[in-house]
């Protein structure tokens, strides 16, 4: 035992020689190099003084950046996420500063922008060093493990380590849009080499696609896989009437708002309760331990926010160096990709400059590196259920399309992290077992405006009398909304001055991808198809024909809701079938998607779905994006779930259900959105809640249900009450909109 600890102690301090000898030997070259960088007095020294002040320099640094930085990084968590990556370069050069003051005699001496450079090139390098020196010790490696959980241990006494010989522990990982046929071809042609080697392994996992809710974008989906519910939830955005507010999924407090309801319909507190930890999601499915998770940054209190990810991170300089690099390479990297774009020309394509390529390289780059992190620690410390949501993909994919080269190469590199992860498996306390899932895909197609020339808003305005754009009256689609005006109107189309800010009895239109919403402010309740056609005659009539709409929802006062296309066409949502009439195209699933939507209290006036071409698969979004998710048509609508060998299977849960469900009601019918028929598939994020919530039971026993008066331990910082009140916030996040 006592040479054992001398054997550690001894690689130990070899490590830490070898890394400060490369740093001293990264400074010499550097002061070499940069003209405004020096080590030497004004008169010039001897080598082997120039040397001894390299090393003094190098290990002073060194010095500060373990002391000083994680206490920096902890006093700057207030700190915006974006503004902290970006000051991840000025802090290790302030620290480079006083380290050359620190060298003897005032032989250091650096220029600030100087100073960045250096101490940024040598994180880098003593980064890399001290990698190689363990990337091959795996009793290194498996001492980090235990130092990791002993201390995680120490800081939560209560909590139990099965070891892994006990229950295993579950990693949830949600590929952020990622389709379940973009999975299969990335497999099959190299692009994930982990996903195919689970998928070919005999003993590896299963795959299976799952149907989205109409609305098929993270907010809905998310909410439901985490919280067992997204009743209500109509779109990524929505008008709520009677508090005027414009509910948006990436808003932290519309996040906290829909978990809080969700917790409230559900009485439960969520997928994760039970020693479970969020990462980089939109909610916190009942977690104790968070990171990047949005609803609870709308928290306010000492322990209610979910920044500790940061800090956990970016308290390691060489984490911080090597994150700000990759981000700054990330954001060439995507100018690059949008100048070649614009130079071949190529369509469909949509405006990517601003500070697009920031909010991408945040995505891709610092999101990924730290929900990877986080996942990793919680495994070190035995944590029974992990959710972690990777978002890179789906940036991507909205601007590049979701079929493009730059989107599979951002498949590639979230394929190298599943591979740590999993190798990580393989050396934690307890085992684990790993689960990939989707929370929608996305669809490839123009935009709207790109094709028909006028937005969606425009279209409306046009179709209801009202001025619009100059840009817009000029298109032969506002051209036929005016045609169409004309005729119900018997009198010319007003105005052609510029569009005016909306007055109260103007519609509120809002886009999810291909999914539009549209809401008369001024009319309580639900808006009648009546009311809406005595105020605005053309404007049903208008959408319904337009060739870049599918399908209309409205709501009558004689026949009920009735879904509208081209042509006339109308059909009573309860008479709605798969395949037929104005749902032709939009495949099995879409009339139960329908009137599921047509129940939410706060469903839109009316409802608006994009055209699908099933022989292209395209729709046409009513937002700037190429790729996009929200509403019905396509690859949108078919996530994927891929789980281990020996968990049951989906189907077999839910068929399970559904013979319980028809056999308290005593009849062979089901629910709907509750469950299905065994060949009818996984459909709902509901369904998809309960093969995980089934999954965690099976291996750990049931999770904790949320009590009559609120949370099961509800003093947890996290735990949003069904009686807390929540001030909405109508400001928009432009950092975390993965809808």
């Known amino acids: 035992m006592g040479d054992g600890r001398w054997r550690t102690a001894g690689a130990a301090l070899l490590r830490v020689i070898v890394v400060w000898a490369v740093s001293t030997l990264t400074m010499l070259a550097l002061a ?33 950046s373990a002391l ?48 960045v450079v250096v101490a940024a ?50 990693v949830f990982l949600q590929l952020d849009g990622v389709g379940h046929d973009v999975l299969v071809r990335a497999a099959a042609e190299g692009l994930m080499p982990t996903v195919a080697g689970w ?29 067992g519910s997204n009743h209500d939830v109509p779109a990524f955005r929505w008008y709520e009437k009677e508090t005027r507010t414009v509910m948006v999924s990436s808003r932290p407090a519309s996040a906290l708002e829909m978990q809080r309801r969700a917790i409230e319909r559900t009485r439960d507190g969520g997928l994760l309760t039970v020693d479970g930890a969020s990462r980089g999601n939109l909610f916190s499915g009942g977690a104790g331990q968070l990171a990047l998770v949005l609803s609870m940054a709308a928290r306010r209190g000492k322990g209610r926010r979910s920044r500790g990810g940061y800090f956990a991170y970016f308290s390691d300089p060489a984490n911080a160096t090597r994150t700000a690099l990759s981000f700054v390479a990330e954001v060439v990297r995507e100018i690059g990709q949008s100048t070649r774009a614009r130079a071949r020309k190529g369509t469909p394509r949509v405006k990517r400059g601003g500070l697009y390529p920031f909010i991408r390289a945040f995505s891709t780059v610092v999101g990924r590196d ?21 978002v890179a993909y789906d940036e991507v994919a909205h601007h590049s399309g979701p079929h493009s080269r730059d989107a599979d190469k951002v498949l590639a590199r979230l394929d190298r992290s599943l591979a740590l992860i999993a190798k990580i498996a393989d050396h934690t306390p307890r085992t684990y077992r790993i689960v990939l899932l989707s929370d929608h895909g996305q669809s490839p197609g123009e935009t709207f405006a790109g094709k028909y020339g006028l937005t969606l808003k425009d279209l409306v305005r046009a179709g209801s009398g009202l001025p619009v754009p100059r840009r817009a009256q ?24 510029a569009e005016h800010p909306a007055k109260p009895s103007d519609p509120v239109v809002l886009a999810s991808g291909n999914l539009g919403l549209l809401s008369f402010p001024d009319i309580e309740g639900r808006a009648s198809r009546e009311q809406i056609d005595r105020r605005h005659p053309a404007l049903l009539s208008t959408l ?3 060739p870049g709409i599918g399908f209309l929802l409205v709501h009558g006062e004689k026949r009920g809701s009735v879904v509208l296309g081209p042509g006339g066409v109308e059909v ?106 065994h060949g009818g598939g996984l459909v709902g994020a509901e369904a998809v809640h309960r093969v995980l919530a089934r999954w965690l039971h099976e291996a750990s026993g049931p999770q904790v249900p949320l009590q009559a008066e609120g949370f099961a331990g509800a003093d947890r910082a996290d735990a949003p009450f069904p009686g807390d009140t929540v001030v909405r916030d109508t400001s928009e996040t432009p950092l975390r909109d993965a809808g």
Not at 370 to 390: C, E, H, P, Q
Not at 484 to 489: E, K, S, T
């Open 370 to 390: 730290v929900v990877v992190a986080a996942v990793l620690g919680d495994m070190f410390a035995g944590r029974t259920a992990v959710y972690a949501d990777l």
């Open 199 to 227: 998928l070919a392994d005999s003993a590896g996992h299963r795959l299976t696609p799952w149907r989205t809710d109409w609305s098929s974008q993270t907010g809905a989906s998310q909410l439901a896989i985490l919280h």
């Open 572 to 677: 009573p949502v309860g008479e709605l079938r798969d395949g037929e009439g104005p749902l032709a195209n939009f495949g099995v699933g879409a009339a139960a998607a329908v009137r599921r939507t047509d129940t939410f209290p706060h469903v839109a006036d009316v409802m608006v779905n994009s055209m699908y071409d099933p022989a292209t698969g395209t729709v046409h979004a009513f937002e700037e994006q190429i790729g996009s998710h929200g509403g019905l048509g396509g690859e949108q609508s078919r996530p994927f779930l891929l789980w281990p060998r020996g968990m049951t299977d989906p189907l077999d849960i839910v068929a399970a259900e559904t013979a319980d469900s028809a056999q308290a009601a005593g009849t062979a019918g089901t629910a709907e959105g509750r469950a299905v028929p």
């Open 68 to 115: 000083v930085w994680p206490v920096l990084v902890r006093a700057l968590l207030i700190v915006p996420a974006l503004v902290l990556g970006a000051l991840v370069f000025f802090l290790n050069g302030s620290l480079l500063l006083i380290a050359v003051r620190l060298i003897p005699d005032g032989r250091g001496d650096a220029a600030p922008e100087t100073a």
């Open 121 to 170: 090139v040598m994180s880098a390098v003593a980064s890399a060093t001290s990698t190689a020196l363990t990337v091959r010790d795996d009793e290194a490696y498996r001492r980090r493990l235990s130092r990791l959980a002993d201390r995680r241990r120490r800081r939560f006494p209560d909590h139990h380590d099965p070891g892994r010989d006990g229950p295993p522990g579950t």
């Open 32 to 64: 070499g190099i940069l003209p405004d960088f020096q080590l030497q007095s004004d008169d010039g020294d001897t080598v082997t003084r120039t040397a001894f002040t390299a090393a003094w320099g190098a290990g002073a640094f060194g010095l500060l």
């Open 474 to 497: 000029r298109t032969r689609s506002a051209s036929e909304a005016r045609d169409a005006l004309r005729i119900a109107l018997h009198r010319p189309v007003e105005g052609q001055e």
């Open 544 to 546: 319904a024909n337009h």
